[in-house]
């Protein structure tokens, strides 16, 4: 079963029972699957995968700008959107992981400082696609580089 099918089966679900934020959370998901779709882009796995990483970042992004306006109920709902988005991504890497990760590529590559940051980062985010976001991955690459 595609993720597609995935989503449609899940708002199914929703529907009947009658779970109103989980399904207004499912429709954005498929919406986005469609208009990827209909792009006249090839859609991949990897396409489908940064596309809902777009999703949750802008639901938390809301989160935080709704935290500093005091509005808790909207944040509420953004947050729980990502939360539900984020059920359909591959498990997030951590820290410990990607400590390790980025240890090793810093050897292979034969990186020996901040001068190697952009080599380093283009072979980790290709291979880390969809495990740990670029914000995480770059923190990593510098703390590591920078020692």
Same mark, same amino acid.
């Given at each position: 079963m595609n993720l597609t099918e995935t *989503?449609? /089966?899940q708002i199914v679900a929703a529907m009947k029972a009658k779970?109103?934020?989980r399904l207004t959370a499912l429709r954005a998901v498929k919406a986005e699957l469609l208009l990827l779709?209909?792009?006249g882009n090839e859609s991949s796995e990897e396409a489908e *995968?940064? /596309?809902?990483?777009?999703l949750v970042k802008q639901r938390r992004e809301s989160a935080n700008v709704y935290?500093?306006?005091?509005?808790?109920?909207?944040?509420?709902?953004?947050?729980?959107?990502?939360d539900v988005i984020s059920e359909f991504l591959p498990e997030q890497m951590s820290d410990a992981e990607l400590t390790e990760?980025?240890?090793?590529?810093?050897?292979?590559l034969g990186a020996e400082g901040m001068k190697d940051m952009g080599k380093v980062m283009g072979a980790a985010s290709a291979q880390l696609?969809?495990?740990?976001?670029?914000k995480t991955i770059s923190g990593k690459v510098k703390e590591l580089l920078g020692n």
């Amino acid at each position: 079963m595609n993720l597609t099918e995935t *989503i449609q /089966a899940q708002i199914v679900a929703a529907m009947k029972a009658k779970d109103q934020e989980r399904l207004t959370a499912l429709r954005a998901v498929k919406a986005e699957l469609l208009l990827l779709s209909t792009s006249g882009n090839e859609s991949s796995e990897e396409a489908e *995968i940064k /596309a809902l990483q777009k999703l949750v970042k802008q639901r938390r992004e809301s989160a935080n700008v709704y935290k500093e306006q005091n509005r808790e109920d909207l944040m509420k709902t953004e947050l729980f959107e990502a939360d539900v988005i984020s059920e359909f991504l591959p498990e997030q890497m951590s820290d410990a992981e990607l400590t390790e990760f980025v240890k090793n590529l810093i050897a292979k590559l034969g990186a020996e400082g901040m001068k190697d940051m952009g080599k380093v980062m283009g072979a980790a985010s290709a291979q880390l696609a969809g495990k740990a976001d670029g914000k995480t991955i770059s923190g990593k690459v510098k703390e590591l580089l920078g020692n």
